[in-house]
C-alpha cells in the first residue's frame, strides 16, 4: 500500500521533502493541492468539500488502502477523506490542523475569510518586494529556508484559492467533527509542535483522545514539524508504520 502525504496553506508538496528523505519506504505519493503550484481544474471552486472530494479522488485511483499523512489543512482533510471514506485509509498520520468545533480562527484566517480584506492582504503580500515577504512569512513562524519557498511559490492563483478554501471553513469544527469522531476505528499518530502559533498542542491532545490515537508533541517546535523536526517526525512515523501491520 503506499504512502499519501498531504500539504497545508501556504504550502506545496515540496514542503515534504525533508521528511520524506528520512522514510523508509520508495512508496511515497506527495499530492500537489488544486491551486497550489498546480493548475485548477474546471468548475473547481477551492471549497474545503472539493478539495476533500478531490483527494479521496485521487486515493481511489491508487486502487488500494492508504498510509495517509496530513499537515496543516492536509491534517483537516485526511480526517474528513478518512471518516467519509474509511475503506480508503489503512493508517492516518496528521498533525497541526483542528476539526475541533472549540478551535477558534487564528487572526490572519480571520481577515482571510472577510470579503474585501482577504483580498487586500493577499494582494498587499503579491506587491511586496521578495525580501519583504519572506520576513513577514518567518514572523509568521516559518523556518527561514521554508519562507523562502514559500514566497517563491505564492501567486494570485493560491491567493484566491487560499480564500475560498478558508471561507468555506468558518465552523468547519462543527460542520465535521462528529463524523471524524465516529470514524471507524484505525491506527492514528498525532503529531505537533508545541509552539504552534495558530493551532495550540491543546488541539492535538483532543485529536488524539477523539480518535483514540498515540501523540507525539515536538519542544521547541513551532507549526511546520515536517520541516523543523524532519527527521524526529519520519522516525516516528516509520516506528508507527512498522508496529501497525504495515504490509
Known sequence: MPAVLVHGVPDT????????????????????L?????????????????????????????????????????CLLAQRVTSLHPELVRTLVC??????????????????????????IIEGMLGLPRDEL???LIAGGAPPELAVRQAERLDARMGHCTLELYRSAVTVGAEWEDGVAAMPHRPVLVLWGRDDPYVGPEYGERLARRVDGEL????????????????????AINTFWAGRGRS
Open 34 to 74: 488544486p491551486g497550489f503550484g498546480t493548475d485548477v481544474p474546471a468548475g473547481f471552486g477551492a471549497t474545503k468539500e472539493e478539495y476533500a472530494d478531490w483527494i479521496t479522488a485521487q486515493l481511489r485511483a491508487l486502487g488500494e488502502p492508504v498510509d495517509l499523512v496530513g499537515h496543516d489543512w492536509g
Open 95 to 120: 498533525g497541526s490542523g483542528p476539526v475541533d468545533r472549540e478551535y477558534v480562527w487564528h487572526p490572519m484566517a480571520q481577515l482571510w475569510q472577510t470579503p474585501g480584506s482577504g483580498e487586500e
Open 216 to 235: 507525539r508533541v515536538y519542544d521547541g517546535c513551532s507549526h511546520w514539524w515536517p520541516w523543523e523536526r524532519a527527521e524526529e517526525a519520519a522516525h
Open 134 to 136: 519572506v520576513a513577514g
Open 13 to 32: 508538496a515540496w514542503m515534504w521533502d525533508p521528511l520524506r528523505s528520512h522514510l523508509e519506504r520508495d512508496d511515497v505519493v506527495a499530492l500537489e
